[in-house]
């Protein structure tokens, strides 16, 4: 039997299940069982609980056929646990390194009924909070163990149940469940107490409360938080029915102080209940305050909170949201004060300025008064460097499939040349630019427009994204400070606020974009359009390609295509292309380019050209190289899951893996996951050709695995998908088959 069983409740959490149980089965303490409760998530969530409970048998995967909901699906994990003591751990939260072995000698030293733990808050913007427990407990904490009657200021600790260890037994014997419906914490972690014959409390902190963004229960508005009141109905039910609790009749008054307190804070909280809600709301709270309150009355807080609660026990609900209405009126004045203090006098100065730019900005902004477009979509791809990547492929389809709607490309005054013939276009900066800006009904880039981009209404912004993440992409850089410098993630964050849907070419992408870039936007996981070209073209096409590239039909030709450095500008990795082609033999040909950040000089990538070498840089489509190609060497590039798509041998060099992953960091590892042979020095990517591992069956197999994980939805009709769904509306269109 373990000493700790975790139930993790899971449900649309694919974004930070990982942290999670990395947190519980990484701990320098192994006497622990995992019982994951997938509680029918639709996301990415089962893949990933079946990957941890085949590597890990400590991990015990449970699966329900229906979404029941967070309670009941605890219920069916406590009904599975086996360890003497049960720990909640909510699957998007995780544990703090090294606070399991310190947690275990409490429990072996004590064996309380119940153990408390501190937490912080850890916000989506990177910062943390401390929780209340230094205001709630100012003294020395001490190891020894309580009833709550003996401390009853305890009662004020957070009621979630992620923050307690509850002794099984006890918890058994008690009968007590997990209630359907939100706020379940509540009917749970105070009856927990109030029965418990040792409380004890450990002062450090063990959960990394995870304050998301967008998708948690605690910003989104609904009448689901009168559940509330049922919760707590069920609190006073316990103390009613077990007299014999510890102190119970004693600390009614504490508790009834503690669910005014509660329902007021649910009540204040603008992102919970909706304006129209509000009066209907504060009546529940009016009637279980006369329902509720003691007989001996009890202690109601000082200040502008024990007026609310006067005004509670009185019914006055205008002279209550009156109050509310000046209170938040004092704050937005006093966020106004400081932010012009921050600003100081360079507001009129700006004013005084009127270039040229401020004058087409102006321009913009009597646009956005006039009409949206409804036929207009506006495409623009790598910061406006032509017609390319994802977005292009959505032009093309929608061309075919929504003839009605006009597309528009933007592009740089310099790219104008290398745009196909008749594509209609203006050049970015103009005042043609900032017209289709403001009156386009659909905007679609792979990467975000500039801020001044207004959101419009009846307007649907489409974020295609050009790769799939291997180093870490968005609010993740917020770890990385060589990745980020210079990043405004408060920008960022409003940049992706506009977009309405984001594309993802695979599971590992929804679950990676859906925590760099959180927001309320809907994921289209479809496949990449651009790859449509790769699975659709012909063999007619891929030889007209390789003679246009000065291919030999007998030729073997590998495309080394590195990634940027954004960390070390300029630097390249060690790379003689002769050495590489005597392990080719002399049918060998070897295609070079540079990524297109930064590092591209004016007159090609510096890469040497002659004979069988050709730098290809400034060479476009990528896609037609990929055809082209017999093998891609890569190091952290996403063109490794694009080149998949063909099923041809994949190389990763990484010679600085190491460096790569402690600068820029990288969601998973591409010499643990490759999708392919692997070399991490120059002489062994030289040996992986002449020693043939690179067409060897451990290749294969390797790539065979990456294609099954990341390849699944490039069928060639991701395109078709998105056109459908975004311009037509309709179903984004079935599953793909297998990928074989």
């Avoid at 909170?305 to 000046?326: C, D, I």
């Avoid at 590998?558 to 003689?576: C, K, N």
């Avoid at 190491?658 to 062994?684: C, I, N, S």
């Amino acid at each position: 039997m373990a000493l700790i069983s975790f139930v993790v409740p899971v449900h649309r959490v694919q974004g930070y299940l990982r942290e999670c149980l990395d947190s519980l089965l990484g701990q320098a303490f192994d006497d622990v069982e995992v019982i994951a409760v997938d509680d029918c998530s639709p996301d990415a969530s089962p893949e990933i609980l079946t990957g941890y409970a085949g590597r890990d048998p400590r991990v015990r995967l449970v699966r329900l056929t229906g979404n029941v909901g967070l309670g009941p699906a605890r219920n069916v994990g406590l009904d599975r646990a086996t360890g003497e003591y049960v720990w909640f751990v909510d699957g998007d939260d995780w544990l703090t390194p090294g606070c399991l072995p310190v947690v275990a000698a409490r429990l072996r030293a004590t064996r309380p009924d119940v153990l408390l733990v501190d937490h912080v808050r850890a916000h989506w913007d990177d910062s943390v909070t401390r929780s209340a427990l230094r205001d709630v407990l100012p003294g020395p904490v001490g190891a020894e163990t309580f009833r709550l009657r003996d401390r009853p200021e305890t009662v004020a600790l957070l009621h979630t149940a992620w923050n307690k260890l509850v002794r099984r037994e006890f918890l058994v014997s008690l009968g007590l469940r997990f209630a359907p419906g939100w706020y379940e914490d509540v009917s749970f972690s105070y009856p927990v107490l109030l029965a418990a014959g040792r409380i004890g409390l450990l002062d450090r902190v063990c959960v990394n409360y995870r304050q998301r963004r967008a998708g948690a229960i605690t910003r989104t508005p609904g009448d689901r938080h009168f559940d509330v009141f049922a919760q707590w109905e069920r609190v006073f039910r316990f103390l009613a029915d077990h007299p014999a609790a510890a102190g119970a009749q004693e600390l009614r008054p504490v508790l009834f102080e503690r669910m005014v307190w509660h329902y007021l804070t649910v009540l204040g909280n603008g992102e919970r209940i909706a304006p129209e809600l509000r009066a209907a709301f504060f009546d529940r709270v009016v009637a279980d305050h006369a329902r509720w309150r003691p007989p001996g009355g009890y202690r109601a807080p000082d200040g502008v909170e024990g007026l609310k609660h006067r005004l509670v026990a009185a019914g006055r609900w205008r002279t209550f949201s009156a109050l509310r209405g000046v209170h938040q009126a004092g704050g937005t004045a006093r966020r106004t004060v400081r932010a012009a203090r921050r600003r100081g006098a360079p507001v009129l100065r700006g004013a005084a300025r009127l270039t040229r730019d401020a004058a087409l900005l102006a321009g913009y902004r009597a646009e956005l008064r006039r009409p949206v477009d409804p036929t207009l979509a506006v495409y623009a791809a790598y910061w406006y460097r032509g017609y390319a990547c994802n977005p292009a492929a959505i032009h093309a389809a929608a061309r075919r499939l929504a003839p009605h709607v006009r597309g528009l490309w933007i592009v740089r005054r310099d790219r104008v040349d290398s745009l196909p013939p008749g594509l209609e276009y203006v050049v970015a900066g103009t005042a043609a630019y900032f017209r289709a800006l403001a009156r386009a009904r659909w905007l679609v880039n792979n990467v975000n427009f500039p801020d001044h981009v207004r959101k419009r209404p009846g307007t649907v912004h489409v974020q295609t994204h050009h790769g799939t993440p291997v180093k870490v992409m968005g609010l993740d850089q917020r770890r990385y400070p060589l990745g980020a410098s210079g990043m405004d993630f408060g920008a960022l964050l409003r940049r992706v606020d506009r977009w309405d849907y984001s594309i993802s070419s695979n599971s590992f992408s929804t679950q990676m974009w859906e925590r760099a870039y959180p927001a309320s936007y809907v994921t289209l996981e479809v496949g990449y359009p651009r790859n449509d070209r790769l699975v659709n073209a012909t063999a007619d096409e891929v030889a007209d390609i390789r003679v246009g590239l000065g291919v030999g039909p007998g030729d073997r030709v590998v495309l080394y295509a590195p990634t940027h450095r954004e960390h070390l500008p300029g630097y390249r990795p060690p790379f003689d292309p002769h050495q590489l082609l005597d392990a080719l033999g002399p049918r060998g040909r070897l295609l070079v380019r540079s990524h297109y950040f930064h590092d591209r000089e004016p007159d090609g990538s510096g890469w040497p050209s002659g004979d069988r070498v050709t730098d290809v840089s400034g060479y476009e489509p990528v896609e037609d190289l990929y055809l082209a190609a017999d093998v891609l060497v890569t190091d952290y590039s996403s063109a490794m899951f694009d080149f998949a798509v063909l099923d041809r041998p994949i190389v990763v060099y990484a010679p600085d893996l190491a460096a790569y992953r402690l600068a820029r960091g990288v969601y998973f590892d591409v010499t643990e996951e490759p999708p392919g042979a692997v070399a991490t020095t120059f002489a062994g990517l030289v040996d992986v050709f002449r020693s043939g591992a690179v067409d060897s069956s451990v290749a294969t197999g390797e790539r065979q695995r990456f294609r099954a994980r990341f390849c699944v939805w490039d069928d060639g009709r991701a395109a078709e998908r998105v056109v459908r769904r975004v311009f037509l509306g309709e179903p984004a269109g079935d599953v793909p088959g297998d990928m074989g």
